[in-house]
């Protein structure tokens, strides 16, 4: 897969670089895998469909470095949904991490559906594979977020003290129903679980709206804002809301690579301050997206 830039994101802020500060950029949300390794080709097709311009072939590992120029630390995340056809394997995460152990840590993946081998392998992959969260996707694994099964993978993450990033959110793909994605079941795993560190992808778009609820709700909820540059209305519309709603530092830094890179994500939300100037709509404070850009988000999940 390659990057793709979002067209909108230009003139306010230029060609503005990633500034070097004193804090780091922590990218919470990265893929890597192989295709057709780990992508059968329903998957591949329906990226395709979604993502006309994604190039879908060979390795991402290539492409990886230059994507997070500027990128201090960078979660890796393993995927597992055999109901969607993409399954980039925890062995294969962990095995990419110790590359650079500086600069990457990894998060596994289980299939919760059945719950006693899930948490084997939660157990693994923590103490044998040193992967210290976990990415679930009940819309790709086509299961309840609040089904017994789900809910004990979860109550194992807490024990474990692994944080969980969950996409709960809609998707290309057609592998489940949408009545498993919306950002409002996390609130009953989040009071059933309150010392469980999660992250809802992507805003839990185009639920933005149930997400900043949520995780205004809950300290120890967070939300990342990979992919929304691609959306630069839904990315402006939720950041406004955020701000209302006082919550901006519940917001953490994400690109989704292969789909963006750390320079198009960063461009596109500094370019999100400068998009109601002049229409009388409420303008997107700058300090908001540094806030965002700069978020020390493995220290907020608990991750040394």
Request: contains cysteine.
């Amino acid at each position: 897969m390659v990057a793709c830039r979002p067209p909108w994101a230009v003139s306010y802020a230029g060609d503005r670089r990633v500034s070097r500060g004193a804090s780091m950029i922590v990218d919470v949300h990265t893929h890597v895998g192989e295709y057709p390794a780990h992508i059968n080709e329903t998957f591949a097709s329906q990226a395709r469909e979604a993502w006309p311009d994604a190039v879908l072939g060979g390795s991402l590992d290539e492409h990886y470095r230059d994507a997070l120029d500027g990128v201090d630390k960078a979660v890796v995340l393993a995927f597992n949904a055999p109901a969607a056809g993409f399954v980039v394997p925890n062995e294969y995460v962990a095995d990419y991490v110790a590359r650079d152990p500086a600069r990457l840590v990894g998060f596994g993946s289980v299939d919760p559906h059945n719950p006693t081998v899930a948490i084997e392998e939660l157990e693994r992959m923590r103490q044998d594979l040193g992967l210290v969260g976990c990415k679930l996707m009940p819309i790709y694994q086509n299961i309840d977020p609040l089904s017994p099964a789900f809910l004990a993978v979860c109550a194992a993450l807490e024990r474990l003290e692994m944080p969980m990033l969950i996409h709960q959110g809609t998707t290309f793909s057609r592998a489940s129903s949408l009545m498993y994605a919306r950002p409002v079941l996390i609130d009953e795993i989040a009071i059933r679980f309150p010392r469980l560190p999660i992250v809802i992808a992507h805003i839990g778009h185009p639920w933005t709206s149930e997400a900043i609820a949520v995780i205004r709700r809950h300290p120890h909820v967070y939300a990342d804002v990979s992919a929304l540059v691609s959306r630069p209305y839904l990315l402006y519309q939720a950041l406004v809301e955020a701000s209302e709603y006082r919550v901006t530092h519940k917001l953490i830094f994400g690109t989704d690579f292969p789909f963006f890179t750390a320079h198009q994500t960063i461009e596109g939300l500094r370019s999100v301050t400068g998009a109601a100037f002049g229409t009388g709509m409420p303008i997107v404070d700058p300090d908001v997206v540094e806030g965002i850009i700069y978020r020390p988000s493995l220290e907020l999940l608990g991750i040394e």
